[in-house]
């Protein structure tokens, strides 16, 4: 689903206005992490490298590399590159360019930032990895340096003309700007306008000039009531925009290395819930809160001829609200369906964390051996796969990949979901690896590399956070 993420942040200007433009505007759509791999052939071009021992020679110290070449070129001013990458893929990226040539390359990021500033003021090296907390902290610093060019991965996070990231990225000196991104930017104006604007200033004019002349057309002329005229206006305005954009954007689809990539089948599985949820889930249904959210549509037993939530039962007992009461309850719900441990997780706010225990207090008194078994802490019973349809079919699948050598992701939204996971595996002696949000960064690429290339770990458990 990488890439698919097309739904506007921004609401405001209604839903029509999703996909036209992607027709019109050669927009890049990279999802892959190929992306690396195509910068750092440019860089290797324009540092002139060759691929070869050379490069390595040449990336000695000066002292020597004079002993060993009599003649040194009249040194040319060494160009230097900044690469700004979020932390999660910043050690990828060292590692795609240890892959892809000889660079000399220093990461400024963490604790070893100020050595790294030391030998870039010196100018030992050819390119800097950085992530954008470590820019803002040493934008001075850096932009007492002359870099021959700034690449920004996740270049759709300078989205904001108002944005902290905005302005230091604008506030960087640098004359030449690549920004790379697998976000469909095009599907919002003022955005796609803010990103344009830090990458080649001045291309669609002011941000007022460009909402007049650009974005109002062509949101007008999406809109379900537009007239014919306003149709005609907004065609016109995308292709002006599209024209104006053409020699600034590098537009690459998925479709372009199809015949590259493994065939991809996308299976879904429908799972059951087990005996224990559907009990757990019919508790929950038969609760007070849940009554009242479900009467909530009926008229009013007073006889004033209104809805019960509009009228004499707009909350429930404790005075939380039908609408508030619904929501929190599909939650319960879903996490009932995907197993009925994640009940006991702290909720996100106070709020909710009240009800969740409520909830938990008031279904839980009819399994006091669930409960039990929680409180024991024996946690590997909950990874038992009896209290959850999902991990039912996940253990057989789980058999099936394991007969066959097939290694295995197993993403989960919940980091919970992942204990659970992670103790099954545990008790079914299955050598497993794990990257989640608490995975140092600099531990991630060892662990990637240890589930690709390490015969006996076969799965991956991943945090889709
Ligand atoms: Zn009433």
Redesign the pocket.
């Known amino acids: 689903t990488v890439g698919s993420r097309t739904v506007p942040s921004s609401s405001s200007s209604g839903a029509a206005r999703l996909l036209p433009l992607a027709r019109w505007i050669p927009l890049p759509r990279s999802p892959t992490r190929k992306t690396p791999a195509k910068v750092i052939s440019f860089l290797a071009a324009v540092l002139h490298k060759k691929g070869t021992r050379e490069d390595i020679e040449n990336n000695m110290p000066e002292f020597l590399l004079r002993s060993i070449k009599k003649a040194t070129p009249a040194s040319a001013p060494k160009k230097m590159f900044l690469i700004v990458a979020p932390l999660s893929v910043l050690y990828n990226w060292k590692d795609e360019l240890e892959t892809w040539g000889y660079f000399k390359v220093i990461i400024l990021h963490g604790n070893k930032k100020d050595n790294g500033l030391i030998r870039l003021k010196q100018r030992k090296c050819e390119i800097v990895l950085t992530t954008y907390e470590t820019l803002r902290l040493c934008l001075h610093e850096l932009n007492s340096l002359e870099w021959s060019a700034v690449i920004v991965d996740e270049a759709h996070r300078i989205k904001n003309p108002k944005a902290r990231v905005t302005e230091v990225m604008r506030a960087l000196k640098c004359s030449v700007h690549i920004g790379l991104t697998g976000t469909i930017l095009q599907n919002n104006m003022k955005e796609l306008w803010c990103v344009m604007d830090w990458a080649v200033p001045g291309l669609l004019g002011s941000r007022s000039y460009f909402k007049k002349q650009f974005s109002d057309p062509v949101e007008h002329g999406q809109r379900h009531t537009a007239t014919k005229r306003e149709l005609a206006t907004g065609r016109k305005a995308m292709r002006r925009l599209a024209e104006k954009m053409s020699g600034w954007f590098l537009r690459r689809t998925k479709t372009l290395i199809k015949d590259q990539l493994p065939k991809k089948e996308d299976r879904m599985v429908y799972c059951s819930l087990t005996e224990f949820q559907k009990a757990v889930y019919q508790t929950v249904l038969d609760t007070e809160d849940v009554t009242v959210v479900l009467e909530s549509s009926q008229p009013?037993?007073?006889g004033?001829g209104?809805k019960?939530r509009s009228?004499?039962?707009k909350t429930n007992s404790y005075g939380e609200t039908v609408k508030s009461l619904c929501l929190s309850y599909l939650t319960v719900l879903r996490k009932i369906a995907n197993h009925v441990a994640l009940l006991q997780v702290a909720g996100t706010s106070k709020n909710q964390e009240t009800l969740t225990k409520r909830i938990c207090d008031q279904v839980f008194s009819r399994f006091p051996d669930f409960v039990q078994k929680s409180k024991d802490a024996a946690f590997e019973t909950l990874s038992d796969p009896k209290y959850s349809g999902k991990m039912k079919v996940l253990q057989q699948l789980l058999n099936h990949f394991r007969k066959t050598r097939d290694k295995v992701l197993l993403f989960s939204f919940s980091t919970k979901l992942l204990d659970v996971l992670q103790q099954y595996c545990m008790a079914s002696g299955l050598d497993y690896r794990r990257l989640d949000g608490s995975t140092k960064s600099e531990d991630r690429l060892k662990i990637v590399k240890e589930f690709n290339n390490t015969q006996d770990v076969n799965i991956c458990l991943v945090s889709t956070m």
Do not use: D, L, N, V
Request: with cysteine.
């Open positions: 009013c037993t007073c004033s209104r019960r009228c004499c039962h």
